[in-house]
């Protein structure tokens, strides 16, 4: 990854990925990845995601659950980012394949979660669609 200051990290053996009690949902590793993470400005931290989300869908394509997923290294350093990615989440939410990390990273980025309670990922991901549109027109 040629992104400076990004954590190395394992990019295809899960075994090598955090056990759960390592989980990357914790706030006190999130909160050091955060304060060793250099400043970015908007179009380095949407490049910065764009291949953090590119090769977290590539490494946890044929996972059978996100659990798996969320312990890649990629998963927290889309969560480091912050509340700024949620536009682009939503993106790539509009699209079929990997939309249960996504609701998933949405879930961990935001207070109240649009998609719970639906049937169905597709219903999930329009409830969290419609969210971001009602949020930006603000």
Same mark, same amino acid.
């Given at each position: 990854?040629? !992104? ?6 394992? =990019? ?26 250099? =400043? ?12 953090? *989300?590119?090769?977290?869908? =590539?490494? =946890?394509?044929?996972?059978? !659950? ?19 990615? %949620? ?13 249960? %990390? ?18 169905? %990922?597709?219903? *999930?991901?329009? *409830? ?11």
């Amino acid at each position: 990854m040629s !992104s400076a200051g990004l954590l190395e990290r394992p =990019t295809s053996d899960h075994a090598d990925w955090p056990d759960d009690d390592e989980t990357v949902e914790s706030r006190s590793s999130l909160d050091e990845l955060l304060a060793s993470r250099p =400043t970015v400005n908007d179009d380095d931290a949407r490049s910065l995601f764009e291949e953090l *989300a590119d090769e977290l869908v =590539t490494v =946890t394509r044929g996972l059978s !659950s996100t659990r798996l997923a969320v312990r890649h290294p990629a998963y927290s350093e889309i969560l480091a980012i912050g509340e700024s990615c %949620i536009p682009w989440i939503l993106e790539r939410l509009q699209v079929p394949g990997s939309r249960p %990390i996504w609701l998933r990273l949405l879930g961990s980025l935001t207070p109240f979660p649009p998609g719970a309670g639906k049937e169905t %990922i597709p219903e *999930a991901a329009a *409830a969290w669609v419609a969210w971001g549109k009602l949020r930006s027109s603000r």
